[in-house]
Protein backbone atom coordinates (compact mmCIF):
# COMPACT_ATOMS: atom_id res chain seq x y z
CA UNK A 1 0.00 0.00 0.00
CA UNK A 2 1.45 4.04 -0.98
CA UNK A 3 2.54 5.61 2.14
CA UNK A 4 -0.62 8.03 2.27
CA UNK A 5 -2.72 5.08 2.68
CA UNK A 6 -4.59 4.36 0.02
CA UNK A 7 -5.33 1.54 -1.85
CA UNK A 8 -3.19 1.08 -5.23
CA UNK A 9 -5.76 1.06 -7.82
CA UNK A 10 -5.23 -1.72 -10.77
CA UNK A 11 -4.30 -0.50 -13.90
CA UNK A 12 -7.07 -0.44 -16.41
CA UNK A 13 -5.32 -2.90 -18.80
CA UNK A 14 -3.84 -5.56 -16.09
CA UNK A 15 -5.07 -9.11 -15.57
CA UNK A 16 -6.93 -9.86 -12.80
CA UNK A 17 -5.54 -11.72 -10.34
CA UNK A 18 -6.24 -14.69 -8.26
CA UNK A 19 -7.09 -12.74 -5.01
CA UNK A 20 -9.30 -10.35 -6.99
CA UNK A 21 -11.27 -12.98 -8.42
CA UNK A 22 -11.46 -14.60 -4.85
CA UNK A 23 -12.95 -10.83 -3.92
CA UNK A 24 -15.05 -10.49 -6.35
CA UNK A 25 -16.82 -14.34 -5.77
CA UNK A 26 -16.36 -14.10 -2.21
CA UNK A 27 -20.49 -13.63 -1.41
CA UNK A 28 -20.79 -17.34 -3.70
CA UNK A 29 -19.12 -19.62 -1.61
CA UNK A 30 -22.08 -20.73 0.24
CA UNK A 31 -23.82 -21.27 -3.07
CA UNK A 32 -25.29 -24.65 -3.72
CA UNK A 33 -25.23 -24.03 -7.87
CA UNK A 34 -24.56 -21.31 -9.89
CA UNK A 35 -25.31 -20.76 -13.34
CA UNK A 36 -23.02 -19.20 -15.38
CA UNK A 37 -24.60 -16.73 -18.67
CA UNK A 38 -22.11 -17.36 -21.10
CA UNK A 39 -22.46 -16.30 -24.65
CA UNK A 40 -18.92 -16.73 -26.36
CA UNK A 41 -17.92 -13.10 -25.91
CA UNK A 42 -15.32 -11.43 -24.01
CA UNK A 43 -16.52 -10.81 -21.27
CA UNK A 44 -18.65 -13.83 -20.20
CA UNK A 45 -15.62 -15.97 -20.99
CA UNK A 46 -13.75 -14.51 -18.70
CA UNK A 47 -16.74 -15.34 -16.27
CA UNK A 48 -16.32 -18.70 -17.55
CA UNK A 49 -12.33 -18.76 -17.11
CA UNK A 50 -12.35 -16.78 -13.35
CA UNK A 51 -15.48 -18.74 -11.78
CA UNK A 52 -13.31 -21.66 -12.51
CA UNK A 53 -10.30 -20.66 -11.45
CA UNK A 54 -12.04 -19.40 -8.55
CA UNK A 55 -13.94 -22.77 -7.64
CA UNK A 56 -10.57 -24.61 -8.09
CA UNK A 57 -9.21 -23.29 -5.09
CA UNK A 58 -11.86 -23.75 -3.02
CA UNK A 59 -11.83 -27.04 -0.99
CA UNK A 60 -16.25 -26.88 -0.92
CA UNK A 61 -18.04 -24.24 -2.88
CA UNK A 62 -20.81 -23.94 -5.33
CA UNK A 63 -21.29 -26.21 -8.66
CA UNK A 64 -20.78 -24.74 -11.50
CA UNK A 65 -23.07 -25.13 -14.43
CA UNK A 66 -22.42 -22.94 -17.52
CA UNK A 67 -25.52 -21.63 -19.95
CA UNK A 68 -25.13 -20.34 -23.65
CA UNK A 69 -28.26 -18.81 -24.94
CA UNK A 70 -28.46 -18.92 -28.91
CA UNK A 71 -31.25 -16.30 -29.65
CA UNK A 72 -30.71 -17.42 -33.75
CA UNK A 73 -30.43 -14.01 -35.12
CA UNK A 74 -26.63 -14.75 -35.93
CA UNK A 75 -25.40 -18.11 -37.93
CA UNK A 76 -22.03 -18.26 -35.75
CA UNK A 77 -24.35 -18.33 -32.71
CA UNK A 78 -24.03 -22.28 -32.67
CA UNK A 79 -20.24 -22.13 -33.59
CA UNK A 80 -19.79 -19.92 -30.44
CA UNK A 81 -21.70 -22.14 -28.58
CA UNK A 82 -20.02 -25.07 -29.89
CA UNK A 83 -16.84 -23.00 -28.58
CA UNK A 84 -18.27 -22.42 -25.06
CA UNK A 85 -19.25 -25.62 -25.01
CA UNK A 86 -15.49 -27.25 -25.48
CA UNK A 87 -14.11 -24.78 -23.10
CA UNK A 88 -16.66 -25.35 -20.89
CA UNK A 89 -15.31 -29.20 -20.78
CA UNK A 90 -11.83 -28.23 -20.18
CA UNK A 91 -12.66 -27.06 -17.29
CA UNK A 92 -14.75 -29.43 -15.97
CA UNK A 93 -17.46 -27.71 -16.11
CA UNK A 94 -21.24 -29.30 -17.29
CA UNK A 95 -22.77 -26.95 -19.86
CA UNK A 96 -25.94 -26.84 -22.06
CA UNK A 97 -26.92 -24.59 -24.92
CA UNK A 98 -30.59 -23.55 -24.93
CA UNK A 99 -31.97 -21.88 -28.23
CA UNK A 100 -34.61 -19.32 -28.78
CA UNK A 101 -37.28 -20.67 -30.85
CA UNK A 102 -40.80 -18.96 -32.10
CA UNK A 103 -41.09 -15.59 -33.68
CA UNK A 104 -38.99 -13.16 -33.02
CA UNK A 105 -40.16 -8.95 -31.93
CA UNK A 106 -40.11 -7.46 -35.49
CA UNK A 107 -39.51 -4.09 -32.71
CA UNK A 108 -37.64 -4.09 -29.71
CA UNK A 109 -35.46 -6.59 -31.15
CA UNK A 110 -32.74 -6.05 -27.90
CA UNK A 111 -35.42 -5.41 -25.18
CA UNK A 112 -37.55 -8.71 -26.17
CA UNK A 113 -33.83 -10.33 -26.73
CA UNK A 114 -33.04 -10.03 -23.66
CA UNK A 115 -36.01 -10.79 -21.40
CA UNK A 116 -36.03 -14.27 -23.60
CA UNK A 117 -32.55 -14.56 -22.22
CA UNK A 118 -33.18 -14.26 -18.52
CA UNK A 119 -36.40 -16.17 -19.19
CA UNK A 120 -34.71 -19.19 -20.27
CA UNK A 121 -31.48 -18.96 -17.89
CA UNK A 122 -34.37 -18.37 -15.14
CA UNK A 123 -35.49 -22.10 -16.44
CA UNK A 124 -32.22 -23.63 -16.49
CA UNK A 125 -31.31 -22.66 -13.32
CA UNK A 126 -34.85 -24.01 -11.69
CA UNK A 127 -34.27 -27.36 -13.99
CA UNK A 128 -30.51 -27.26 -12.27
CA UNK A 129 -31.53 -26.36 -8.89
CA UNK A 130 -29.67 -23.21 -8.87
CA UNK A 131 -30.76 -19.70 -7.03
CA UNK A 132 -28.12 -17.44 -8.55
CA UNK A 133 -27.05 -16.55 -12.23
CA UNK A 134 -24.19 -14.80 -12.86
CA UNK A 135 -23.87 -12.33 -15.60
CA UNK A 136 -20.59 -10.60 -17.02
CA UNK A 137 -22.23 -7.26 -17.09
CA UNK A 138 -18.48 -4.52 -16.94
CA UNK A 139 -18.40 -1.38 -15.82
CA UNK A 140 -18.11 0.15 -19.22
CA UNK A 141 -21.68 -1.51 -19.33
CA UNK A 142 -22.80 -0.05 -16.57
CA UNK A 143 -22.18 3.18 -18.18
CA UNK A 144 -23.87 2.90 -21.36
CA UNK A 145 -27.27 1.75 -19.23
CA UNK A 146 -27.11 4.88 -17.42
CA UNK A 147 -26.19 7.15 -20.22
CA UNK A 148 -29.24 5.25 -22.45
CA UNK A 149 -31.85 5.78 -18.95
CA UNK A 150 -30.24 9.57 -19.33
CA UNK A 151 -31.37 10.39 -22.43
CA UNK A 152 -34.99 8.57 -21.52
CA UNK A 153 -35.70 10.79 -18.87
CA UNK A 154 -35.59 8.40 -16.47
CA UNK A 155 -36.24 9.04 -12.47
CA UNK A 156 -33.88 7.66 -9.65
CA UNK A 157 -34.42 4.13 -9.45
CA UNK A 158 -33.42 4.02 -13.40
CA UNK A 159 -30.14 6.10 -13.14
CA UNK A 160 -29.00 3.71 -10.70
CA UNK A 161 -28.59 1.24 -13.27
CA UNK A 162 -27.80 -2.39 -12.22
CA UNK A 163 -27.49 -3.48 -9.21
CA UNK A 164 -24.57 -6.04 -7.96
CA UNK A 165 -27.81 -8.28 -7.14
CA UNK A 166 -31.15 -7.98 -7.88
CA UNK A 167 -34.02 -10.70 -8.22
CA UNK A 168 -36.04 -12.05 -10.92
CA UNK A 169 -39.01 -14.26 -10.05
CA UNK A 170 -37.38 -16.91 -7.82
CA UNK A 171 -33.75 -16.44 -8.95
CA UNK A 172 -30.89 -14.02 -8.29
CA UNK A 173 -29.48 -12.26 -11.09
CA UNK A 174 -25.56 -11.92 -9.59
CA UNK A 175 -23.02 -9.12 -11.64
CA UNK A 176 -20.06 -9.14 -10.36
CA UNK A 177 -17.88 -7.48 -12.77
CA UNK A 178 -19.83 -4.14 -12.30
CA UNK A 179 -17.03 -2.31 -11.35
CA UNK A 180 -14.63 -3.97 -13.28
CA UNK A 181 -12.99 -2.52 -16.69
CA UNK A 182 -13.91 -4.52 -19.90
CA UNK A 183 -10.52 -4.10 -20.75
CA UNK A 184 -9.29 -6.36 -17.45
CA UNK A 185 -11.55 -9.11 -18.84
CA UNK A 186 -9.59 -9.05 -22.39
CA UNK A 187 -6.42 -8.88 -20.50
CA UNK A 188 -6.72 -11.72 -18.68
CA UNK A 189 -8.16 -14.12 -21.00
CA UNK A 190 -4.95 -13.16 -23.41
CA UNK A 191 -2.72 -13.88 -20.32
CA UNK A 192 -4.40 -17.30 -20.24
CA UNK A 193 -4.02 -17.73 -23.98
CA UNK A 194 -7.91 -18.32 -23.78
CA UNK A 195 -9.75 -17.20 -26.88
CA UNK A 196 -13.25 -15.85 -27.09
CA UNK A 197 -15.53 -14.91 -29.86
CA UNK A 198 -16.60 -11.56 -31.76
CA UNK A 199 -20.22 -10.25 -31.94
CA UNK A 200 -20.49 -7.42 -34.51
CA UNK A 201 -23.98 -6.80 -33.42
CA UNK A 202 -22.05 -5.24 -30.90
CA UNK A 203 -21.31 -2.89 -33.40
CA UNK A 204 -24.41 -2.65 -35.01
CA UNK A 205 -25.51 1.04 -34.74
CA UNK A 206 -28.98 0.44 -36.14
CA UNK A 207 -29.48 -0.63 -31.96
CA UNK A 208 -28.91 1.98 -29.30
CA UNK A 209 -26.43 0.79 -27.35
CA UNK A 210 -23.96 0.31 -29.90
CA UNK A 211 -24.40 3.85 -30.85
CA UNK A 212 -23.60 4.90 -26.92
CA UNK A 213 -20.37 2.84 -27.30
CA UNK A 214 -18.93 5.04 -29.97
CA UNK A 215 -20.02 7.82 -28.24
CA UNK A 216 -18.50 6.85 -24.72
CA UNK A 217 -14.66 8.01 -25.90
CA UNK A 218 -15.69 11.16 -26.43
CA UNK A 219 -17.32 11.58 -23.59
CA UNK A 220 -14.67 10.31 -21.17
CA UNK A 221 -12.23 13.11 -22.80
CA UNK A 222 -14.48 15.28 -20.90
CA UNK A 223 -14.46 13.41 -17.85
CA UNK A 224 -17.48 11.53 -18.09
CA UNK A 225 -15.93 7.95 -17.99
CA UNK A 226 -17.16 4.57 -17.00
CA UNK A 227 -15.27 4.95 -13.98
CA UNK A 228 -17.27 8.28 -12.72
CA UNK A 229 -20.62 7.37 -14.01
CA UNK A 230 -20.04 4.25 -11.67
CA UNK A 231 -18.92 6.10 -8.85
CA UNK A 232 -22.63 7.91 -9.59
CA UNK A 233 -24.81 4.99 -10.28
CA UNK A 234 -23.43 3.89 -6.43
CA UNK A 235 -24.46 6.97 -4.93
CA UNK A 236 -28.00 7.32 -6.80
CA UNK A 237 -28.48 3.32 -6.39
CA UNK A 238 -27.38 4.64 -2.28
CA UNK A 239 -30.05 7.69 -2.39
CA UNK A 240 -32.52 5.79 -3.92
CA UNK A 241 -32.48 2.95 -1.11
CA UNK A 242 -32.57 5.90 1.61
CA UNK A 243 -35.78 7.09 0.14
CA UNK A 244 -37.56 3.64 -0.06
CA UNK A 245 -37.01 3.33 3.31
CA UNK A 246 -38.44 6.20 4.35
CA UNK A 247 -41.48 5.99 1.59
CA UNK A 248 -41.60 2.30 4.02
CA UNK A 249 -42.30 4.22 6.94
CA UNK A 250 -44.57 6.36 5.32
CA UNK A 251 -46.69 3.38 4.22
CA UNK A 252 -46.72 1.70 7.16
CA UNK A 253 -47.94 4.77 8.82
CA UNK A 254 -50.67 6.54 6.93
CA UNK A 255 -51.81 3.79 4.13
CA UNK A 256 -55.11 1.83 5.11
CA UNK A 257 -56.21 -0.68 3.40
CA UNK A 258 -60.04 -1.71 3.24
CA UNK A 259 -60.27 -4.93 0.83
CA UNK A 260 -58.73 -4.07 -2.60
CA UNK A 261 -59.03 -0.31 -1.92
CA UNK A 262 -56.47 1.53 -0.34
CA UNK A 263 -56.91 5.10 1.31
CA UNK A 264 -54.75 7.92 2.26
CA UNK A 265 -55.71 10.91 4.55
CA UNK A 266 -55.07 14.03 2.38
CA UNK A 267 -53.50 16.08 5.47
CA UNK A 268 -50.72 13.71 6.22
CA UNK A 269 -50.38 13.06 2.37
CA UNK A 270 -49.79 16.76 1.95
CA UNK A 271 -47.48 17.17 4.62
CA UNK A 272 -44.87 14.73 2.79
CA UNK A 273 -42.27 16.01 0.22
CA UNK A 274 -43.35 15.98 -3.34
CA UNK A 275 -40.50 12.44 -3.96
CA UNK A 276 -42.32 10.78 -1.37
CA UNK A 277 -45.91 10.99 -2.29
CA UNK A 278 -44.90 10.47 -5.49
CA UNK A 279 -43.65 7.05 -4.49
CA UNK A 280 -46.17 6.46 -2.01
CA UNK A 281 -48.81 7.01 -4.86
CA UNK A 282 -46.87 4.80 -7.28
CA UNK A 283 -46.79 1.85 -5.18
CA UNK A 284 -50.42 2.17 -4.31
CA UNK A 285 -51.42 2.40 -8.13
CA UNK A 286 -48.90 -0.64 -8.49
CA UNK A 287 -50.24 -2.88 -6.20
CA UNK A 288 -53.96 -2.39 -7.06
CA UNK A 289 -54.11 -1.72 -10.97
CA UNK A 290 -54.16 -4.81 -12.88
CA UNK A 291 -51.88 -3.02 -16.26
CA UNK A 292 -49.01 -3.40 -15.20
CA UNK A 293 -46.43 -0.83 -13.21
CA UNK A 294 -47.46 2.92 -13.87
CA UNK A 295 -45.06 5.10 -15.97
CA UNK A 296 -42.92 7.63 -14.04
CA UNK A 297 -43.98 10.25 -15.81
CA UNK A 298 -47.63 9.83 -15.57
CA UNK A 299 -47.49 9.52 -12.55
CA UNK A 300 -46.00 12.18 -11.77
CA UNK A 301 -48.63 14.19 -14.54
CA UNK A 302 -51.36 12.54 -12.16
CA UNK A 303 -49.80 14.17 -8.73
CA UNK A 304 -49.57 17.53 -10.51
CA UNK A 305 -53.39 17.24 -11.15
CA UNK A 306 -54.23 15.89 -7.45
CA UNK A 307 -52.25 18.36 -5.40
CA UNK A 308 -53.88 21.29 -7.98
CA UNK A 309 -57.30 19.58 -7.10
CA UNK A 310 -56.42 19.76 -3.65
CA UNK A 311 -55.73 23.12 -3.70
CA UNK A 312 -58.93 24.30 -5.37
CA UNK A 313 -60.85 22.21 -3.28
CA UNK A 314 -62.26 20.44 -6.47
CA UNK A 315 -62.33 17.35 -4.87
CA UNK A 316 -65.42 15.09 -5.07
CA UNK A 317 -64.82 15.29 -9.09
CA UNK A 318 -61.63 14.57 -9.41
CA UNK A 319 -61.34 10.76 -10.29
CA UNK A 320 -58.24 9.71 -12.61
CA UNK A 321 -57.21 5.93 -13.93
CA UNK A 322 -53.70 5.15 -14.31
CA UNK A 323 -52.21 1.48 -15.16
CA UNK A 324 -55.39 -0.07 -14.55
CA UNK A 325 -56.20 2.06 -10.92
CA UNK A 326 -58.63 4.74 -9.85
CA UNK A 327 -57.95 7.62 -8.02
CA UNK A 328 -60.66 9.87 -6.33
CA UNK A 329 -60.66 11.76 -3.39
CA UNK A 330 -63.17 11.57 -1.02
CA UNK A 331 -63.85 14.00 2.43
CA UNK A 332 -60.89 13.60 4.02
CA UNK A 333 -59.11 10.44 2.33
CA UNK A 334 -57.15 9.73 -0.86
CA UNK A 335 -58.50 6.74 -2.44
CA UNK A 336 -57.06 4.21 -5.14
CA UNK A 337 -58.78 1.18 -5.97
CA UNK A 338 -58.89 -1.16 -9.23
CA UNK A 339 -60.66 0.74 -12.30
CA UNK A 340 -64.10 -0.69 -13.47
CA UNK A 341 -62.77 -2.90 -16.24
CA UNK A 342 -62.70 -0.96 -19.73
CA UNK A 343 -65.56 -1.20 -22.41
CA UNK A 344 -64.86 -2.55 -25.60
CA UNK A 345 -66.44 -0.95 -28.44
CA UNK A 346 -68.91 -2.85 -30.59
CA UNK A 347 -68.36 -2.77 -33.93
CA UNK A 348 -71.57 -2.38 -36.25
CA UNK A 349 -72.20 -5.64 -38.40
Same mark, same amino acid.
Given at each position: MPRDGRAKLPREGSPISSAEAARLFSDLKSAGAVV???????????LLWLASQWRGRLKAGPKLIAVTIDHGLRLEAAQEARAVKKLAARLRIPHTTVRWTGAKPLRGLPAGAREARYAMLAEAARKSGAVCILTAHTRDDQAETFMMRLSRGSGLAGLAAMARRSVRGDVVIVRPFLDVPK???? !?? +????? =????????? #?? /???? #?? &??? @???? /? +????? =??????? &?????? !? &??????? !???? @?????? +? &????? #??? +????????LPDEIRLRLLQRAIDRVGYEGPAELGKVETLLDELTEALAQRARRSFRRTLAGALVGIGRETLMIEPAPPRRTQRTRP
Open positions: LAVSGGPDSTAARLI !AT +LDKAN =VTFADDPSN #RD /EAFT #RP &RWR @RLMP /E +LAKEG =VDARNIG &RLTVRL !A &RAHAALE !AIVD @RAEQAL +L &RRDGK #RQT +LAIDAFLS
